[in-house]
């Protein structure tokens, strides 16, 4: 079955709200997991979510840290991972599956963005190891979670970013090309698309459904490290360092940014659809030029098949299809 990447027209537009989004849905026993919950897009994403009345649980690098930011917010856990350390990954997993029998929302939110050349202990380039990798790992293991909710979502975070690259699968950790900080990113964001479409492939049989998201251009700590230059060329801080909010523009507050994700994980629009590339809570158009929607590389079928069958031989966990 093919992806259908059609716009809905729901007409929420790019100034959409996370908290409005969530003001629409119960989650009154719902159980959500949420990467990188601690801070910009992943705080708001958690704020929504527990306002529905779902219990969150956020996976984070730094605990003492998280805990302090989720400060307030209530029905919310906090437990260690480290996307980039394959152990973790599957301590936090094994921990979470001990003590809860079900995942109705799973949100992979956590991320790197344009960073120097790192690796990870298996010798992974940095942003394919934690944009990625990491979290295809955490789905394979949680999985059985995900089956027990009967229906359940799992959302991944893309970016327009990867509109710069294809997925790279002849060279995807650098070894035989230059590397380049915007490509690395880039590329891994398409690898995030890929999988949801692959996902959701596997899923929908048992109530399993996947999407992929642009959240828009947030302005957020992690990335306060790029250049003056680079921050200009797109036109993202005021004079005086602020940034710039123009939703039209797809310059948004961590809170618009975080809309289309709690609207994947919680609209009933989407019931009958999966695998899709979302952004401005709606379905995104597919697009060969034009600076907004999805490139057809993102939501290749073949595509998506052949990562996920790379992935399951690099991590030594598959899930069968249905």
Not at 270 to 282: A, F, P
């Amino acid at each position: 079955m093919s992806v259908v990447q059609k716009p809905l027209l729901t007409g929420f537009g790019p100034a959409m709200s996370a908290m409005a989004v969530a003001r629409d849905a119960d989650l009154t026993g719902r159980v959500a997991v949420v990467t990188g919950g601690s801070s910009g897009l992943g705080l708001e994403t958690v704020r929504a979510l527990a306002l529905s009345g779902a219990s969150v649980h956020v996976a984070a690098l730094d605990p003492v840290a998280a805990r302090a930011a989720l400060r307030g917010i209530d029905k919310v856990d906090v437990w260690p991972i480290d996307l980039a350390d394959e152990t973790s990954v599957k301590a936090f997993a094994n921990t979470f599956l001990d003590r809860h029998g079900r995942i109705d929302i799973l949100v992979l939110n956590a991320g790197i963005m344009a960073q120097p050349l790192f690796r990870d202990m298996r010798g992974h380039e940095g942003h394919f190891s934690i944009n990625f990798l990491g979290h295809y790992q955490l789905t394979g293991l949680l999985w059985p979670a995900l089956l027990a909710a009967r229906t359940s979502r799992v959302v991944v975070l893309s970016s327009r970013a990867h509109q710069i690259s294809d997925f790279d699968f002849e060279d995807f950790d650098f070894v035989r090309r230059p590397y380049d900080k915007w490509i690395a990113y880039a590329q891994s964001k398409t690898a995030n698309a890929l999988f949801a479409v692959a996902l959701d492939r596997r899923g929908r049989a048992n109530g399993v459904r996947a999407f992929s998201v642009h959240p828009g251009m947030i302005v957020t700590p992690g990335i306060r490290h790029l250049s003056q230059s680079e921050f200009d060329a797109v036109g993202a801080l005021e004079p005086d360092g602020t940034p710039v909010i123009d939703p039209a523009a797809d310059k948004k507050t961590p809170g618009q940014g975080a809309a289309t994700t709690v609207w994947c994980a919680t609209s009933p629009t989407l019931n009958s659809l999966g695998g899709v590339y979302c952004e401005n809570c709606d379905v995104a158009s597919v697009e060969t030029e034009r600076p907004y929607g999805v490139r057809p590389y993102a939501i290749d079928a073949e595509k998506a098949e052949s990562l996920w069958q790379m992935s399951a031989i690099l991590t030594g966990l598959d899930i069968a299809l249905a």
